[in-house]
């Protein structure tokens, strides 16, 4: 069982900055993948970014590549999302979530946060 808890959200303006972290409890978060997604208003949840459990390998969605990077640190049960660079189009909630594998599909994931507010002000 792994409880996951997002924070780092928040308004900001265009062209701005935002960390985001996930924090996890439960002795097995190295064992998991982690992801990132999102979701705005009327709209689906999104991949945005995942990890693998070693932190060796990531994944981006086209739209943040070169804008966000994922990170995470096993020994502190804590993963981040650095945004950089933010867009209006970037506003959405988002939230963390551990799987079994590194992967983009919604459906790998098995624990999920309950999400954090981003806000980016044109």
């Known amino acids: 069982q792994v409880q996951l808890v997002e924070s780092g959200g928040g308004l900001v303006q265009a062209g701005g900055s935002l960390r985001l972290s996930c924090a996890a409890s439960?002795?097995?978060?190295?064992?998991?993948?982690m992801g990132w997604f999102r979701q705005a208003p009327g709209t689906e949840r999104e991949f945005v970014a995942g990890i693998r459990w070693t932190g060796g390998s990531t994944s981006y969605a086209d739209s943040v590549k070169g804008r966000f990077t994922i990170t995470r640190v096993n020994a502190k049960n804590t993963m981040y999302l650095q945004m950089n660079s933010l867009k209006p189009e970037d506003t959405a909630v988002y939230y963390c979530?551990?799987?079994?594998?590194?992967?983009?599909?919604?459906?790998?994931?098995?624990?999920w946060g309950q999400g954090t507010q981003v806000t980016v002000s044109s």
């Open positions: 439960g002795r097995t978060f190295s064992t998991y993948a």
């Open positions: 979530g551990a799987g079994g594998a590194l992967s983009a599909r919604l459906e790998n994931y098995t624990y």
